[in-house]
């Protein structure tokens, strides 16, 4: 469709331009705060919500990325990432003219204050390797550190897929852990009591996950 045609390769800013508009619109009629917004989403929405916290942290107060593209100098080299280069470009070819510019695991700065992020992913995952995830957790860990990324949290299912769950159980688990991540985190807001910290101890979870903790 022309709507997906407007944002491939070259263009593919702007994607990210329409989500920060309408996020900047929200705050703007008075729906909501920056503070109070968050942004949900997997694969290549994961993709974009990696942007969004590379991009334009201020606009959000908290994030879940799921089973996310963020290196997009190898995401060629990775799994089923070779199939993508008509959707995202060849980072052989276009890394200088633009890739570079969307690939958010280079674009952590050590002098940027990040929103509170949980990052989920499967090691099982045949599509976008758990490397993306694991690798923006250890970016932001070292590179931003905790003054300005005081809340990185990383969970991992062995199993799963790219779905990122094995069964309905371990399904429910996954929505259930990225809503009360984001209801803790914004739904208390300006002026409201601090939120009880999100439990997430491994021992309530399916089997098959591994908790990657708070850094």
């Known amino acids: 469709p022309q709507w997906h045609q407007a944002a491939l390769k070259e263009k593919r800013h702007k994607a990210y ?7 900047k619109d929200l705050v703007a009629r008075g729906v909501t705060s920056a503070a109070r917004l968050g942004c949900h989403g997997g694969s290549n929405g994961g993709l974009l919500t990696g942007n969004m916290l590379v991009r334009s942290p201020e606009l959000f107060g ?16 990775l799994l089923a990432g070779a199939s993508w280069m008509g ?14 510019r969307y690939s958010p695991y280079h674009l952590v700065d050590e002098a940027t204050t990040y929103p509170p992020i949980l990052f989920t992913t499967s090691t099982r995952d045949d599509r976008v390797h758990p490397g993306h ?15 300005r990324a005081p809340e990185v949290l990383y969970w991992e299912n062995t199993e ?3 779905g990122g ?18 209801e803790r985190t914004l739904a208390g807001g300006e002026g409201a ?23």
């Not at 932001?140 to 003054?147: D, F, K």
């Not at 910290?197 to 996950?209: C, I, Q, R, V």
């Open 17 to 23: 331009e329409d989500f920060e508009a309408v996020a």
């Open 62 to 77: 908290a994030i879940v990325c799921q089973v996310p593209l963020l290196d997009m100098r190898r995401f060629h080299k």
């Open 87 to 100: 959707e995202y470009g060849d980072p052989e070819e276009e890394w200088d003219a633009f890739l570079s």
């Open 133 to 147: 995830a694991r690798k923006m957790v250890r970016a932001l860990r070292e590179e931003a550190g905790a003054a």
């Open 160 to 162: 799963g897929g790219h």
């Open 165 to 182: 769950a094995a069964d309905n159980k371990q399904r429910a688990f996954m929505t259930t852990l990225a809503f009360t991540f984001l």
């Open 193 to 215: 009591p601090a939120a009880a910290p999100l439990s997430m101890d491994e021992s309530e979870a399916p089997a098959g996950f591994v908790w990657g903790g708070s850094y």
